[in-house]
């Protein structure tokens, strides 16, 4: 058992000293959940909605319809603008009539 530790610890130090100092990206990957049983790729989540505010609220004056006469009928409506904020970052605004 003792001469099982030392092959280890010498193999795992000379992994450290030959390697380069400087690499790009990153030497191992380790994934840990998520995959696809025997599937030898792992699967991204898509980005979820973490939060969602109400950025702006605001009510118009729209017409809803012309009478016959011609005369137009007005209604108060009220616009409500969201912006919905997602887990990689990035957000998306939307507006909603109330």
């Known amino acids: 058992m003792k001469k099982f530790i030392i092959a280890a610890a010498v193999t795992l130090t000379g992994l450290f000293i030959t390697a380069p100092e400087a690499e790009a ?3 191992f990957s380790v994934q840990i959940g998520g995959g696809h049983g025997g599937h030898g790729h792992g699967c991204k989540r898509a ?3 973490v939060r969602t505010i109400e950025v702006c609220r605001r009510c118009e004056r729209v017409v809803s ?5 011609g005369t137009p009928v007005y209604r108060h409506v009220t616009i ?3 912006r919905s904020i997602y887990s990689n970052g990035s957000s998306r605004t939307y507006t909603r009539y109330a």
């Open 25 to 27: 990206g990153p030497r």
């Open 47 to 49: 980005p979820y909605i």
């Open 65 to 69: 319809y012309y009478r016959p006469c």
């Open 80 to 82: 409500i603008t969201y």
